[in-house]
Antibody, heavy 124, light 107 residues
Framework: EVQLLESGGGLVQPGGSVRLSCAAS????????MHWVRQAPGKGLEWVSG????????GYGDSVKGRFSISRDNAKNSLFLQMNSLRPEDSASYFC?????????????????WGHGTVVTVSS | DIQMTQSPSSLSASVGDRVSITCRAS??????LNWYQQKPGKAPNLLIY???TLQSGAPSRFSGSGSGTEFNLTITSLQPEDFATYFC?????????FGQGTKVEIK
């Protein structure tokens, strides 16, 4: 079964850091670009970051650029999101998502497999 | 960034109704438009990509159309399991952007 499983969320103080992980199974992880998408409570979806199949190129949304860092370990079928300098407005469910067919995160893609999400709450 | 605007923000409909949702882009995105369905507490689920290609496993009552800056998602005969929130997303440029969502509720 194709599956993505996020972990690492929790309560973090403003200015703090957290590292999210996403474990992939059931597909050739190293053949696809991967992404992080977030959703604040009761709000819409926001693309956070994407990474190429070989980590050769990454991209970020404007609101997280310079604070968040995406990475992957193909040997361990894992995707990561390092989140620094956290703000209350970063509070959200964070989903990892698989690119439908492309190796490059900035291809004309869609996200066909999503994890269940992990919740990050930034509050003092 | 390309802004995506959906209309309506919500609608009420009955089982069996034909429902249409519109998504407008602030700039042309060719046909690089995707639709997702999301139910409460769940992850989004891809329904249609590249404007009109039905994702594997998605019911055939869902269809997509449009080009350039205006796109539509149509549900030909609404089923009880279709009551959910629907999001459009452009994949023409980075950052990827989503519409604000359309909540389909039971009348």
């Amino acid at each position: 079964e194709v599956q993505l499983l996020e972990s690492g969320g929790g309560l973090v103080q403003p200015g703090g850091s957290v590292r999210l992980s996403c474990a992939a199974s059931g597909f050739s992880f190293d053949k696809f670009a991967m992404h992080w998408v977030r959703q604040a409570p009761g709000k819409g979806l926001e693309w956070v970051s994407g990474i190429n199949w070989n980590s050769g190129s990454v991209g970020y949304g404007d609101s997280v650029k310079g604070r968040f860092s995406i990475s992957r370990d193909n040997a361990k079928n894992s995707l990561f999101l390092q989140m620094n300098s956290l703000r209350p407005e970063d509070s959200a469910s964070y989903f990892c998502a698989k690119d439908i067919k492309f190796r490059y995160y900035d291809s004309n893609n869609a996200f066909d497999i999503w994890g269940h999400g992990t919740v990050v709450t930034v509050s003092s | 960034d390309i802004q995506m605007t959906q209309s309506p923000s919500s609608l009420s409909a009955s089982v069996g109704d034909r429902v249409s949702i519109t998504c407008r882009a602030s700039h042309s995105i060719n046909n690089f438009l995707n639709w997702y369905q999301q139910k409460p507490g769940k992850a989004p689920n891809l329904l249609i990509y590249s404007t009109s290609t039905l994702q594997s496993g998605a019911p055939s009552r869902f269809s997509g159309s449009g080009s350039g800056t205006e796109f539509n998602l149509t549900i030909t005969s609404l089923q009880p399991e279709d009551f959910a929130t629907y999001f459009c997303q452009q994949s023409s440029t980075t950052p990827r952007t989503f519409g604000q969502g359309t909540k389909v509720e039971i009348k």
